[in-house]
């Protein structure tokens, strides 16, 4: 059997049909993984289905995981040597979720360390490579569960997103990646990178199979204080009003500029109603308050790792802190840089200088991204300004693969939901377009996009 | 002269009425368990586990604010406090803090102290209590600790004091009264082991503060103010300036410890935690908890006050549900008790409770009654305290009666001798008059020899 | 040099290896830079707190968890303790 291409809800479909069986489909997807793991290092865990029957929505169908996603029996490691043999006791609530339904898990997958990265080469597990290109990253940090579902090795994934961490992987790898409102998937599980900023996310090939795994993860629960019920009934058919950022727009390379454009003319052409403002007026600003406010939260929530409960297992020689500190070594220098910036943000005498101002500022993009939006349904713009660069390329160039984030880190910091579909093709890679809503309309963003694949179909495959 | 001592107090009481801790629905009833018992992935901070408040610990937090005087704040907040520690689970506490935008529960209260003196109480919030350490044999010889979380998450309500205290005295008094207050909203902390702990501030001569932490009680809050300002006295005397630091309390040998030094210099990187609402104090919880103190307590000074008793005592008693209880056993006992029952609650048995640090009073009365059937009798009002001080630390009590006058005695005096004229007759006189004291004496009792021997030296002058 | 390396390893508890600390020294500064952008931000007048909404509804009622499946996962136990290091 081969399933490449398909849709999850056809798959659904055609099991419920009787014209496939579920033990045939997850077999289709684990033996594609056997296959192609080696090289492309999706999964820093795999999973043999086993045959019970499931019942439920998802009808027993195995689903990768992103390894920062507590499974319960099931090691997780956040891509990172300190939690190489951390076997969580509990379920994410998102996981839970989804095995009510009927899901199982297939595998685990490899992202950057502790979800800091945008590249998928900071994993303890060696760097995914780019389903398209192998010689390329796929993106991150989500990068395990963009190329798994990009290269058939899963018919649709979980990952996380801080500050593009979903869209990213997706933009590269051509495929759907959709980052909810904040709150509107409980965090409860997901290991914490920066709390106020991320929320659990779904990648897939196709809109509607992302829509319909948000459907099944949403909703208030009550292990998360944070989060929320969103709307999740969809309204009749609607012309979209989109708003087009061009300073942003014009961040971008050439190549991703003019595919950009390509599409808007598309849409434009089938009836979307496009406006354009030149600028938002905090841009410059954008990376500088979320790195702030991702490093301080970071170094707290990352400051439990030492060793004592769960953790690498360290001599208990010398006094406890040294301890501490040895155990805490096994973090990748990604991560240390982060906790250490963290941990200066935070430190006496420059709260006020640094955090306060990050916050300030946060609240100021609020309100200038309520501001421009109103009366629109979504802004569009690119998801990533380049193309997946060389794996190897940034290491000696940290500013690019922060610099990277500029056009995914809005989203994050007002808490709205947004998407990356592809909308174009540059050689073997695929542009990623974005759409961002206003936080709570999550289902309206979903709605568009899967217009914009129905006029746009760039992955014309036939098997929709 | 007296140089000017200052002490300031920081009481971190556990809410021991609470069911489950502060921040996670694990039993908050942990003493006399086997460790580990009562934790969860929440309070051992366990990757991906979120925090959510206990909305009862509010409620109950707040019946100590009122019984205060305290303020509570509209809106307070959450914030992690970073410190590393074995017992700490996630290496921060969390707790509330009132710089950087952040405010606690309460502020600006006042406790009244016995001699008069207003303590004032600065602030008033909730935090989390660590775990605990401990060692297997001698703490220097061991190789390793042993922790235990079943106290972890544990609601504390802390209270700090100005320092408003001049004297060790004040102190102990301060936690006394403290312990009252408490136990008249049901915080009984009495009956908790280490459900109280105090950090103790103690500054001499203008001298700078010194931080002795972890004491426990009110008596060894007065030994640990009394040895601290030995020790600043001493140093002050010698000219050696007196450090800022902390000190650690040695309840052994009564004296205080500093710790390793200054190299490490606590820094906390307060931040606001992220997975925390604010706490939102609404009109209508104030009046609900309001109604949960004063609702039980108006129906008792009802009562009492419809026995017939005054208002100011009928306060008294109806404020403290020791006495009350007492005041209903001995109404039950003997109802025509009542009135002078109220009054020697009220006055002499709640002076003696505060004297000698009284943990609770006797649950059997019957001493008490028999002390009141004879109040009248007691020659005067020190003895009258010596018998309800026995009573209160449970001795066994008879009250022997006092003669106040030879009328009671003479016709009992009168009739011994005539009693026993044959025994006697032959007797010289120094024996006849043992023998006679000797019955004379079992029956009237040893206080009363002088009058004994008074008149019957009298009647046998008069006797053939 | 601004970052002091050494103190915030120190205050974070963390060892910068030799072969790391080229790499990671690039990271900071790259990150401060990000932060010294925030310099021509106007400070807010007065400290405030972003906070998150939501609501507290948590009832206070136990429930258990199965305390032996953490106990399973501690790196070190005796006696039911998770066994730590020596504190002074």
Request: charged fraction near 30%.
């Amino acid at each position: 059997m081969n399933l490449e291409g398909y849709s999850l809800l056809s798959i659904l479909k055609e099991i419920e049909r009787g014209s496939i069986n579920v033990e045939d489909v997850n077999d289709f997807y684990y033996k594609k993984s056997l296959q192609l793991n080696d090289k492309i290092n999706a999964y820093i865990t795999l999973l043999k289905p086993d045959d019970k029957k499931i019942n439920g929505n998802l009808k027993g169908i195995a689903l990768a995981i992103k390894d920062n996603i507590s499974t319960k029996g099931i090691k997780t490691t956040c891509a990172s040597k300190m939690l190489e043999s951390y076997v969580p006791p509990y379920d994410a609530t998102a996981v839970s979720k989804l095995k009510e339904q009927g899901g199982r898990i297939l595998g685990k997958t490899n992202m950057d360390e502790f979800a800091m990265g945008s590249s998928g080469e900071n994993s303890a597990f060696g760097p995914t490579r780019n389903p398209l290109n192998n010689d390329y990253v796929t993106g991150g940090s989500s990068s395990g569960s963009a190329a798994a579902v990009a290269a058939n090795m899963a018919p649709i994934s979980l990952g996380s997103d801080t500050g593009g961490s979903v869209r990213a992987p997706a933009s590269f790898t051509g495929i759907v990646g959709f980052k909810p409102s904040y709150g509107a998937v409980s965090r409860y599980g997901l290991i914490a990178y920066a709390n106020s900023l991320e929320v659990i996310g779904i990648l897939g090939k196709y809109t509607k199979d992302v829509k319909f795994l948000f459907k099944l993860i949403a909703g208030r629960d009550p292990l998360d204080s944070t989060s929320l019920n969103v709307e999740l009934n969809e309204k009749e058919q609607f012309k979209p009003k989109i708003l087009v950022i061009k300073s942003f727009v014009e961040l971008s390379k050439d190549e991703v500029k003019k595919e950009f454009y390509r599409s808007i003319s598309k849409i434009d052409e089938e009836g979307f109603d496009v406006k354009f403002i030149n600028s938002f007026s905090l841009t410059e600003y954008l990376l500088s308050a979320y790195y702030t406010i991702a490093c301080a939260e970071a170094s707290t929530n990352l400051s439990r790792y030492d060793g004592i409960r769960y953790g690498p297992k360290v001599e208990s020689t010398g006094n406890w802190r040294d301890y501490i500190t040895k155990a805490r070594s096994f973090f990748g220098p990604e991560v240390k840089a982060r906790i250490m910036m963290g941990t200066f943000i935070l430190s006496a005498g420059y709260y006020e200088t640094y955090y306060l101002r990050a916050l300030q500022l946060r609240k100021l993009i609020r309100q200038e991204f309520e501001k421009i939006i109103k009366g629109y349904d979504a802004l569009y713009i690119p998801t990533m300004p380049v193309l997946p660069w060389r794996i190897g390329e940034a290491i000696e160039d940290p500013k690019m693969a922060y610099a990277s984030d500029v056009l995914t880190v809005l989203p994050n910091l007002t808490g709205s939901p947004a998407l990356s579909l592809p909308v174009g093709r540059v050689r073997e890679f695929f542009v990623g377009g974005q759409l961002i809503g206003l936080r709570g309309d999550d289902i309206k963003v979903l709605k568009i996009a899967e217009m914009m694949e129905e006029i746009l179909k760039v992955k014309d495959d036939g098997r929709n | 002269m007296m140089e000017e001592i200052k002490v300031g107090l920081e009481v971190h009481v556990q809410l021991v009425t609470l069911k489950t801790k502060l921040f996670c629905s694990c039993s908050s009833d942990y003493r006399g368990k086997p460790p580990n018992v009562n934790i969860c992935p929440v309070c051992t901070g366990l990757p991906g586990s979120m925090p959510t408040l206990n909305k009862r610990a509010v409620e109950e937090a707040l019946k100590v604010v009122f019984m205060l005087n305290a303020q509570p704040y509209a809106t307070s907040y959450f914030f992690r406090k970073t410190y590393f520690y074995p017992d700490l689970p996630k290496n921060f506490q969390i707790t509330q803090y009132d710089k950087a935008g952040g405010y606690p529960l309460a502020h600006d209260g006042s406790l009244k102290l016995t001699n008069g003196k207003v303590v004032r109480i600065e602030r008033i919030h909730l935090e989390e209590d660590p775990g605990r350490i401990y060692y297997e044999g001698s703490r220097a010889t061991a190789k390793y600790s042993l922790i235990d979380y079943n106290r972890s998450g544990i609601a504390l309500i802390e209270i700090v004091t100005a320092p408003d205290m001049s004297s060790a005295e004040e102190a102990r008094d301060f936690v006394e009264r403290l312990t009252t207050i408490l136990s008249d909203v049901g915080i009984n902390v009495r009956d908790y082991e280490g459900a109280l702990r105090v950090d103790v501030n103690v500054s001499y001569a203008g001298g700078e503060r010194v931080e002795v932490k972890n004491v426990t009680g009110a008596a060894s809050v007065e030994k640990a103010v009394v040895y601290e300002v030995f020790r600043q006295k001493t140093m002050h005397e010698k000219g050696i300036k007196v450090v800022r630091e902390t000190r650690a309390w040695d309840e052994k040998r009564r004296i205080t410890i500093g710790s390793r030094g200054k190299e490490f210099e606590e820094e906390y990187r307060y931040m606001p935690e992220p997975d925390l609402p604010p706490v939102i104090i609404t009109e209508a919880l104030m009046q609900k908890v309001k109604d949960e103190i004063g609702g039980s307590q108006e129906e008792r000074y009802n009562e009492i006050v419809n026995d017939g008793i005054n208002e100011e005592l009928a306060k008294k008693i109806s404020s403290d549900k020791q006495l009350y209880s007492v005041y209903e056993k001995v109404k039950f006992y003997e109802p025509t008790l009542k009135q002078l029952a109220a009054n020697v609650l009220a006055n002499e048995i709640s002076y003696l409770m505060k004297r000698y640090s009284v943990k609770s009073l006797p649950d059997d009365v019957s001493g008490l009654v028999e002390i009141l059937q004879n109040y009248k009798s007691i020659p005067d009002h020190d003895t009258a305290v010596d018998y309800l001080k026995k009573w209160i630390e449970g001795e066994k009590v008879k009250v022997s009666l006092q003669v106040t006058s030879v009328n009671e005695i003479h016709d009992d005096v009168v009739k011994a001798v005539a009693e026993n004229y044959d025994k006697i007759k032959n007797l010289e006189y120094t024996k006849k008059f043992e023998f006679l004291m000797g019955i004379l004496i079992r029956k009237f009792g040893k206080e009363n020899k002088k009058v004994l021997v008074e008149e019957l030296t009298k009647v046998l002058s008069e006797t053939p | 040099m601004k970052y002091s390396i050494n103190k915030l390893s120190r205050l974070s508890m963390l060892k910068i290896r030799k072969d790391e600390e080229k790499m990671i020294s690039k990271k900071v500064l790259a990150i401060g830079e990000l932060l010294e952008k925030l310099d021509s931000i106007e400070p807010p007048k007065e400290a405030f707190v972003l906070a998150p909404e939501g609501t507290h509804e948590r009832n206070d009622i136990p429930s258990n968890f199965n305390s032996d499946e953490i106990i399973k996962i501690f790196n070190s136990v005796k006696d039911r303790y998770a066994k730590g290091p020596k504190t002074l």
